[in-house]
């Protein structure tokens, strides 16, 4: 199984980009799937997750309200839309995969990792 994320870009404060994360493999929709994103000089940290029937949604608290994470089971895809960006938002976005039975926040739950995709959020 592997995960490709794309759909990054240049965008200014206040923008909109809609993330995309192909999944290959017969197990996509056996699992919780999740979105982390890593600025230059931080931490990898959580933005949003889903549970493997595209319910229960979770979301750092800083995204809660201009992000929504979603994805179809049939195409194998997550998507991450992203509204109203800020300059915070700038970073490098990952999705990933967890074999826990619900979504998590932990970067350490997740055992599948895409590539990424480059945002720049710019004022």
């Known amino acids: 199984v592997q995960l490709q994320a794309s759909g990054g870009g240049l965008v200014q404060t206040g923008g909109s980009l809609r993330l995309s994360c192909a999944a290959s493999?017969?197990?996509?929709?056996?699992?919780?799937m999740g979105w982390f994103r890593q600025a230059p000089g931080k931490d990898r940290e959580f933005v949003a997750a889903?549970?493997?029937?595209?319910?229960?949604?979770i979301y750092q608290d800083s995204v809660t309200g201009r992000f929504t994470v979603s994805r179809d089971n049939a195409e194998k895809m997550v998507y991450l839309q992203m509204n109203s960006l800020k300059l915070e938002d700038t970073g490098i976005y990952y999705c990933?995969?967890?074999?826990?039975?619900?979504?998590?926040?932990?970067?350490?739950?997740?055992?599948?990792w895409g590539q990424g995709t480059q945002v720049t959020v710019s004022s």
């Open positions: 889903i549970d493997k029937n595209g319910y229960n949604p």
């Open positions: 990933a995969r967890t074999r826990r039975w619900s979504p998590a926040r932990e970067a350490g739950l997740y055992d599948l």
């Open positions: 493999g017969r197990t996509f929709s056996s699992y919780p």
